[in-house]
């Protein structure tokens, strides 16, 4: 009988111990053929790994296989010894001895994957997805989108935070209203999640403090540069606040330890991007109506409608809260009541506004949080307030009859908050396969 | 301008801290009250807490509360004075001094949370799911699931894998077939992801390796206590493999690296199910022909399919390395290339197999892998051979044109493997709010 007995040592070599390998050692490198430089009596192929490329040199007449039978986007074994070059990635190049292909593509590129820069409209390398993410500069977006979820994750389960996985397909939406997408569930009608709040609240009663990373389904119609109708939401819930000030103080938190996550283990895509982190050791927090005004003010710009935020304003609370106080974030608190959803906590004070926040990065929303109306009878009657009925809630209600502890919480864009990162404009430079009004492939 | 510098200290005690602390200190505790136990002249109040239960000592005109005011369920922060008490959880009690109720119940309870063990049957619990979960041994469940995906994540990680996040709204499916759910999107016909099978492999391609944890849905109209319609899928997929045997051992190392985590960080949740943990030291690999005939021959069955294996075989498979190996986990490999998807890679010593495993764990599936065709020719033949067309394919096959190395992955059931380390024997035990084919709620 054979047994399976735990991670098999591969012979490979990593880019990490490469650098690390002495001078002389012979080692073995897998890795596709990103770029094959032929200068003549030398050639540079340069191997593509997952952490970084790899120079390797092709000297005529020392390897026995043919140099022009060698193809870029390969999958190749490189055997070699390592040598200091300083020109070369990190110092080191590999001689070749011997290459052994591993697999072949069977046509050319249609894109220059190996060049640092492609250039590409953002639309072409869209419709070439698979392929264009093999450019160094794209892929790296996306280590830094694993990075933002790997701190989104640590930094919350270090707070005493239960992750969670709710359904996706449901009887129905959460925050109701059109913008649901609508199928067919063994003929019954079912609509996908707009987000986990329903759930995210209910476990609130079950866990204390829960988060989820995962998908969100919005049919929204909007073609812009920051709408998608397929994300991916990170979402926390949190009970026992004292008031919504306990979420941003949380969020506040996960932010800061991203940034020191991107600085100890990402330094390397940072440089790829010319990324400079932003600063989140203080967040201001200014309450809507302020921040409506401070604007007004400064960039002498009329107030035309106090209980909206147009994006040219989010744009302006951005621009101001930089020039005034160099401050990369901005906590837009107490939305008007009537934009937010039937479950958010109304000011005591003035309920019109509610005990709730929007993140603004750069200008543009990230977050939309706050503190939930956590007593059922207030529910009940904000519900009934509203016009709406409570059928098809009967579950989600029940977790406030039978008890629920005050409580908030928030969801974050993680393309958003990505493209924000690396300062992008463009939502889909930060999706891996974007989802939009034209767009359901690939 | 008021600002967000981080997480705020709470004075809530937490369980853990609560148990360090000196006796005869004065302390803060919040929890939601689980049971009250009245015996006259003292009475014990049960908070529940995410990380467990907290004794609290009520003593008859000691507290300015009334204890017939007191509601089980409702949210409280109890002030009170540490003592040791060897029959209290932990070996700690906490004497009230102040109750001060942060949010109370409107209703009764319908089932009996604060037993150990409700005597309900799985249908009224999932009825009644956001109340039921609250039970200390339902929500321990979920704990050990958490426990599941932070092992996966952590563990591939470790292991050079990137995580990605790719759609679940599509164009088409990864395995075809009639088990799609459909839905219009914006006009045009659009499936969920039954798989995010074609874009990790796309992925392997930018990445080397990659790994998912996200929904999958399946419109199987299967009622049995091993299926859902809507679960959540722990994918990964490697290149660079030298066969599948690379994916296999992969898989071991992952289930080592789970129970090391559950013995280390759940030992509580471990304690409540009262789970033994299975071997994962060696897991025995026996090819499909031959785990038929070890089964037909020693349990006296007849092999009535050569090319298909029926769950009774399963569990029979299971208990014969049980007994013969005292194993947990069995691979069994090679299966009919006819049970496998297209991009399954074909044994070249005899193309009616493939090289490709299912894992077994305690006689149930719960991993299904292999190694793919990396080779576009390859591809295109087999699908031609099979019938099926490459339209709506062209993306995915652009990535095999384009170059791909030899890889393989595997896809785990979350709820399938958290139910079997558990001990249960309906998925739905380990799934928060269930989709079968008869519910769609809550």
Request: with cysteine.
């Amino acid at each position: 009988m054979e047994f399976m007995t735990g991670v098999k040592q591969k012979d490979d070599v990593s880019v990490k111990a490469l650098l690390e390998t002495e001078e002389g050692s012979e080692i073995k490198v897998q890795g596709a053929v990103h770029i094959i430089r032929d200068m003549g009596e030398v050639a540079f192929v340069v191997l593509r790994k997952s952490e970084g490329l790899v120079q390797c040199v092709y000297e005529d007449g020392k390897v026995a296989f043919p140099l022009k039978d060698l193809k870029e986007e390969s999958a190749v074994e490189v055997k070699g010894t390592v040598r200091k070059e300083e020109r070369a990635p990190g110092g080191v190049e590999v001689c070749i001895l011997e290459i052994r292909v591993l697999s072949e593509p069977t046509e050319p590129m249609p894109l220059a994957v190996n060049k640092w820069k492609m250039n590409t409209s953002l639309e072409a390398m869209l419709n070439m997805r698979p392929i264009a993410l093999r450019n160094v500069r794209e892929r790296a977006k996306f280590k830094i989108q694993e990075a933002v979820v790997r701190a989104f994750r640590d930094f919350l389960h270090s707070q005493g935070f239960t992750e969670i996985h709710t359904p996706k397909i449901g009887a129905k939406g959460a925050e109701g209203g059109a913008n649901i997408f609508k199928l067919d569930y063994f003929h019954h009608p079912a609509v996908l999640a707009q987000s986990p709040q329903f759930y995210k609240q209910m476990l609130v009663g079950v866990f204390d403090r829960v988060f989820e990373v995962g998908p969100v389904f919005r049919a929204e119609k909007h073609n812009t540069k920051r709408h998608l109708n397929e994300y991916t939401s990170l979402d926390f819930e949190m009970g026992y606040i004292e008031d919504y000030t306990d979420i941003m103080s949380m969020e506040t938190g996960f932010l800061q330890y991203l940034m020191e996550l991107l600085k100890k283990e990402y330094q390397k895509e940072l440089d790829i991007l010319n990324v400079k982190l932003p600063k989140t050791d203080q967040i201001p927090s200014v309450p809507f109506a302020k921040a409506k005004e401070l604007v007004a003010e400064k960039y002498n710009r009329k107030i035309r409608n106090p209980f909206d935020l147009e994006p040219e304003e989010e744009v302006l609370i951005g621009r101001y809260f930089k020039e005034e106080y160099d401050a990369d974030f901005v906590f837009v608190t107490e939305y008007p009541s009537k934009k937010r959803p039937f479950y958010a906590m109304d000011d005591p004070k003035d309920p019109r506004y509610t005990l709730s926040f929007d993140l603004l990065f750069h200008g543009l929303e990230i977050t939309t949080g706050g503190q939930r109306i956590h007593d059922y009878r207030m529910l009940s009657e904000k519900i009934a307030a509203r016009g709406m009925t409570e059928e098809g809630m009967e579950q989600y209600l029940s977790a406030f009859k039978h008890g629920m502890p005050p409580h908030g919480g928030l969801g974050i864009g993680l393309e958003r908050l990505t493209m924000k990162l690396i300062g992008e404009d463009n939502v889909r430079e930060t999706t891996l396969f974007p989802r939009d009004l034209s767009r359901l492939e690939p």
